[in-house]
């Protein structure tokens, strides 16, 4: 069986794509079952010298945009280049797992769609309007959409040339509305051979709904219900969705010949956007979650690092560590952290305790450790910050604010904004203790915060269970379907924490719901900070024996969410059903 993955992070890891690609990937059972993986995207950057072309661990066999083409490739991809004006980037990488540090092998295929064949291009368009009802037309002037288009026709035709459809069963999984296109193609060629999958990670016609309504979740979840309820679509309660240019292509998944769901809230929301998608095959295939065991030892040094690097940043050694790994985006819900923080603020000061909280993310992008190192000696980063780069910028200057706020009104936990990437002292300064990896904040913490308002998934908020971690996780998150599977098998953990910021909602009208505003998820989110502060306090570990207990019950819950037990479970038995649909 030879996978093909669609997707935009073809030649690096840029996001949950290429998280979940990783995950799948070094599995046993996936190499096992899978005897080629090829992952098929646009070229982004063209300023890449050749030996990076691929990613620093990659392997270019052949590329006409760095005149590299050798026999026998370059008989196989001049009929495409010449047939759609494209250039071609062949060659291979290796892919990581970053927890478990396993490495694979995987075909690399990227097409340099900067110019294209203008006339085939429009009659590719024409026929996913009369097939697919997919209007390009209206989208044409958006680069990100424009691409993916671009790309289907001779990216298809480049997988055609190295084999794919001739002997063995192909599966392409188009990766979110990104990958619809190629899949569409495939669709419209007809292969025996060739199937296609919708691998809805989201629903990116949804998102932006969920971040805009004041009313967010709270709103969104309880329309859906009420809205299924009388058959009405997404279109016709919220009609600004036809002006998202992700949203035609994502009903589009529709003519796949399957659907995966990376979470239980994906299939409604399909349902509740196309009508179609309630007779179409949704399959639940979860991601997966590190399941790495850990010595209370281990577990100790981590937080021994947090804890000092907190003191060398405040001047005080907390008792606590709480985190938050996230994009510093509307869906993470970061204030509803600060909420929670503030309820439990005087329930710390009660018992003569004080904690850290580190928001780590960035939407500025990495930057440089000189810059870094400036603003430490300049004014104190990350504990003070300035708005412009290198500091506060991008949409960052907010949560700037949130976090001076908070801080300015109390004194038994801190909040700090560590808007980097990457937790060691090269990335983020010098008071940073040497030996600090990014594993220590993951398993060096004690609480992970994850209230969402928007998360497919979210394997972030549980990637510290392993460690003994404390998970608060909002019930939208599409973890919690998984995770609470997993609870059944073991039901005296304690690690994770559900939020749930719909009940109280639960019962409105659609037009209340639509009208819901800020003051009233505000008084749900507030009622919601106080129970779950309460559950915080009772369950953070404060003896050896109670640490040891988290531990073993976080790694059992892993263990259960693993990409193994995943790709086990659920993606190479729905693979099997795409492979089988006629």
């Known amino acids: 069986m030879i996978v093909v993955h669609v997707t935009h992070e073809t030649v690096q890891k840029i996001g949950g794509i290429g998280a979940v690609i990783a995950g799948l990937m070094t599995a046993d059972a996936y190499t096992e079952q899978v005897s080629r993986t090829i992952i098929l995207g646009p070229l982004f950057q063209t300023d890449h010298p050749i030996n990076h072309r691929l990613g620093s661990a990659g392997k270019v066999l052949y590329s006409s945009p760095d005149m590299i083409c050798p026999p026998p490739w370059r008989e196989k991809f001049r009929p495409v280049e010449q047939a759609h004006d494209v250039g071609v980037i062949y060659g291979t990488r290796k892919i990581t797992d970053p927890c478990s540090g396993r490495s694979v092998e995987a075909e690399i295929l990227v097409i340099d769609v900067s110019a294209g064949n203008r006339d085939r291009l429009n009659r590719f368009k024409g026929q996913l309007y009369e097939k697919f009802a997919v209007p390009s037309g209206r989208f044409e002037d958006v680069w990100e959409y424009e ?20 002997d063995e069963q192909v599966l392409v999984l188009a990766h979110e509305y990104m990958g619809v296109p190629t899949a569409l193609k495939a669709v419209l060629d007809g292969s025996p051979k060739i199937r296609t999958v919708f691998y809805a990670h989201e629903v990116a016609s949804v998102r932006p709904i969920v971040e805009k309504y ?41 003519y796949c010949d399957h659907v995966f769901a990376v979470g239980d809230r994906i299939a409604p929301e399909l349902r509740f956007l196309e009508p179609h998608f309630r007779t179409t095959g949704i399959d639940l295939v979860y991601n997966g979650v590190p399941a790495l065991p850990m010595t209370p030892d281990e577990k100790l040094t981590s937080r021994a690092r947090m804890k000092q690097y907190a003191s060398n940043l405040l001047g005080f050694e907390p ?62 980063w990350p504990v003070h910050h300035e708005i412009g780069y290198p500091d506060l910028c991008g949409g960052e200057e907010v949560l700037g604010e949130y976090l001076d706020s908070f801080n300015r009104n109390h004194g038994s ?33 004690d609480l992970e915060f994850g209230l969402s308002v928007y998360e497919p998934f979210g394997i972030s908020q549980l990637e510290p269970l392993s460690a003994g971690a404390l998970c608060i996780v909002s019930s939208v998150c599409g973890c919690m379907g998984y995770a609470r599977r997993a609870v059944e098998k073991t039901p005296t953990q304690k690690n994770i924490i559900e939020a749930d910021f719909l009940g109280e909602a639960a019962g409105k009208s659609e037009d209340e719901l639509l009208q819901l505003g800020t003051a009233e998820r505000e008084r749900i989110e507030n009622a919601e900070a106080r129970r779950l502060a309460g559950l915080i306090i009772d369950r953070l570990p404060r003896n050896d024996q109670a640490t040891q207990r988290l531990i073993d019950a976080g790694y059992a819950l892993a263990s259960q969410m693993s990409w193994q037990r995943v790709v086990q479970d659920y993606f190479l038995p729905s693979l099997g059903r795409a492979a089988e649909t006629h």
Not at 422 to 435: F, I, K, L, T, Y
């Open 214 to 254: 004041p009313g967010h979740d709270t709103m969104f979840y309880n329309v859906l219900h009420a809205a299924a309820g009388r058959q009405r679509t997404l279109e016709q309660v919220f009609p600004e969705v036809s002006e998202n240019f992700k949203h035609p292509l994502v009903k589009a998944g529709r």
């Open 413 to 445: 936990i801190s909040a700090v904004l560590v808007n980097q990437w990457d937790w060691n002292r090269q990335a983020c300064g010098e008071r940073m203790p040497q030996e600090m990896t990014f594993a220590d904040i993951r398993s060096g913490t």
């Open 319 to 380: 008792a606590w560590i709480f985190t938050h790994v996230a994009r510093p985006v509307v869906s993470k819900g970061i204030w509803r952290d600060l909420r929670v923080l503030h309820e439990l603020e005087p329930m710390l000061a009660k018992l003569d305790e004080k904690a850290v909280y580190f928001m780590l993310g960035t939407l500025g992008g990495q930057r440089h450790g000189r810059d870094i190192r400036q603003m430490e000696n300049r004014y104190g």
């Open 147 to 166: 691409q993916y288009i671009r790309l289907a026709e001779p990216g298809f035709e480049a997988l055609q040339a190295i084999g794919c459809g001739e």
